[in-house]
């Protein structure tokens, strides 16, 4: 799935920090980055280098690469696949959360690539689970998985 493309880096930023729930002056912070600077490339007004991208990605724990995508200074390699679409969208977990979730997953596909390389065979992709395949191993805490 490919990145939405709005009409500026600046409104990209906004957006992700919207969604992460966080003031203008938090990300500026946790960017380590000045407010009044922050708020010039949210506006349009300011265009931020790769390495102030970086901070910022940081900032919102999300990828540099996508910020690098929606400023132009790199093309999207692979589209993103609809698993990381649907943890990034997810606002019922935190950005934390979040950035944990996408790292396991990519350290998987990495994985799987690296065996696809090397002649190996990665393991099959499992098929997805739903309450009737646990054979009654659901649990009100999760699943109980023999």
């Given amino acids: 799935m490919e990145l939405p493309k709005v009409g500026s880096i600046g409104e990209y930023i906004r957006e992700q920090r919207t969604q992460a729930k966080i003031s203008l002056r938090q990300l500026a912070a946790q960017a380590g980055v000045s407010f009044p600077y922050l708020s010039q490339v949210e506006r349009g007004v300011r265009k931020p280098s790769a390495e102030i991208l ?10 540099s690469q996508a910020l690098y995508v929606q400023a132009g200074l790199i093309d999207e390699r692979e589209p993103e696949s609809d698993v990381l679409a649907a943890i990034r ?23 799987n690539k690296a065996a696809e390389k090397e002649g190996a065979q990665p393991t099959q992709p499992a098929e997805p689970l739903d309450a009737a395949s646990l054979n009654g ?7 109980n998985l023999p």
């Fill in 54 to 63: 970086n901070q910022i990605a940081k900032g919102l724990r999300i990828s």
């Fill in 89 to 111: 969208a997810d606002v019922t977990i935190t950005g934390r959360q979040r950035q944990v979730l996408v790292d396991i997953y990519e350290s998987f596909r990495k994985e």
């Fill in 137 to 143: 191993h659901a649990t009100s805490e999760g699943y």
